[in-house]
């Protein structure tokens, strides 16, 4: 039986032996295609950083940069006495303000709130922009402007010889805290911050309970049968689905037939029944939360899977029941996974603008959100609006609220990480 072992040991290939000439070529070989494989995805990284880095450096282009401003009225003739705009009292600014724009736009401001009761720097704010009007001509990009200042110049000497050269930065605190406006140089993103605030703060109530407790009946309760195979097909089916498709289910269901729900009429919210309509944010808050529910349920499936099935028999063992260990084991284990997930998800619900287009976002909306049957606007579908216009300074402004959006979203993700980790630290 030894000689059987030896004589089968022995009729071997070389490539066996590790000192054999075949078993070193094939080594050889087997580290090319693997040094091969390890550059080409260092070199897929690396076109990655540099798309990223392109975005970004497009983004922070149009965001500063000089601009040509013409006024109506040089705030120079507006001095009293000498005294330049700025440092008038509050007095003299209403009445250059009087003197200056219509009597109705006048009785307008003052009905809205008097004059002498608002503060001076709305009330200078008011005379700038009702009288001396500021109006961007022309824009440059912060490349132009810091490597082709004297072209600049000149361009703006030859073709814009009535205006100022200025130094733009289209993001800063009056820009997030405005609302929409047809002029640029009075735009902001308040209204869509808000309003974006709100949906995702709906989808995340909505999708996440329902998305984690239909990932613990699957894993955890749901036998092998057909029809739960079935359904779980389906789940990732749905995850592939485009967005627009959601938000016509959207519209077909939270807009139409629940549209006393999603309006508010029927909590008496509306003063005026017939007023109702469902284009809400209530609505746009549920149609996000289907988008992402499939990504939640799949992600948290895995998550659950994850977790070492020996805790589920110790805790049997102890004499917990399925819920006792669902609840106090498998859960604290797995939230990190699934909040990874979650995350994942919230960042494309935050992004989306076509379902939203189709559910009834406005593109032009000039008061805040108030609550969940307000009318509403996001950030993505502000964005939309402002680079579908002609003027070139709209676009500057559009990558101001670029920028916005991935504060935000950088935003919640941490928080959302923070979280995370503190309950994978609980689970240790």
């Not at 440059?140 to 100022?164: C, G, H, Q």
């Not at 894993?219 to 592939?240: F, K, M, P």
């Not at 469902?278 to 609505?283: A, D, F």
């Amino acid at each position: 039986m030894r000689e059987g072992l030896r004589d089968q040991i022995s009729g071997q290939p070389e490539l066996t032996n590790p000192g054999g000439e075949a078993f070193r070529d094939d080594l050889h070989k087997r580290h090319c295609v693997s040094g091969i494989w390890r550059h080409i995805f260092q070199v897929s990284t690396v076109i990655g950083i540099i798309v990223l880095a392109a975005l970004l450096f497009n983004i922070l282009n149009q965001t500063f940069g000089l601009a040509a401003v013409e006024v109506e009225i040089d705030p120079a003739s507006l001095a009293i006495e000498g005294i330049p705009l700025e440092n008038l009292t509050q007095e003299q600014l209403i009445g250059i303000l009087e003197a200056n724009v219509s009597t109705g736009l006048f009785r307008r401001l003052e009905s809205e709130q008097p004059l002498v009761e608002r503060e001076w720097e709305e009330v200078y704010e008011l005379v700038f922009e009702r009288v001396v009007e500021p109006k961007v001509v022309k824009t440059w990009s912060l490349i132009d402007s810091i490597f082709r200042r004297a072209e600049v110049e000149r361009e703006r000497a030859e073709k814009y010889p009535d205006s100022t050269l200025d130094f733009f930065s289209w993001i800063d605190l009056r820009f997030v805290r405005s609302p929409q406006s047809s002029n640029p140089l009075k735009a902001g993103v308040r209204t869509a911050i808000l309003g974006s605030l709100w949906t995702i703060a709906i989808t995340i109530l909505f999708s996440f309970p329902f998305g984690v407790g239909a990932a613990i009946y699957l894993e955890e309760y749901a036998a092998d049968t057909s029809i739960n195979r079935l359904i779980q097909t389906n789940i990732n089916n749905l995850a592939g689905v485009p967005s627009i498709i959601y938000g016509i289910l959207g519209l077909a269901i939270f807009v139409r037939v629940l549209e006393p729900i999603t309006s508010g009429a029927a909590f008496g919210v509306l003063d005026d029944p017939t007023t109702a309509n469902g284009r809400t944010i209530l609505s746009a808050g549920l149609t996000l939360g289907l988008l992402i529910l499939p990504l939640i349920i799949i992600n948290a499936q895995e998550a659950i899977k994850a977790v070492p099935n020996s805790l589920r028999q110790a805790s049997f063992g102890l004499g917990g029941t399925k819920w006792q260990t669902i609840w106090s084991h498998v859960l604290p284990n797995a939230m990190s996974g699934i909040l990874t997930g979650t995350i994942l998800a919230i960042s494309r619900a935050i992004g989306e603008t076509a379902p939203l287009v189709v559910v009834g976002a406005s593109t032009f909306i000039t008061f805040d959100p108030d609550g969940p049957f307000s009318k509403f606007t996001t950030l993505p579908i502000q964005i939309y609006q402002w680079t579908a216009r002609p003027q070139a300074e709209f676009r500057n402004i559009a990558a101001a609220a670029i920028i916005v959006i991935l504060v935000l979203l950088l935003t919640l993700n941490a928080s959302a990480v923070l979280l995370r980790n503190r309950f994978r630290r609980q689970a240790l």
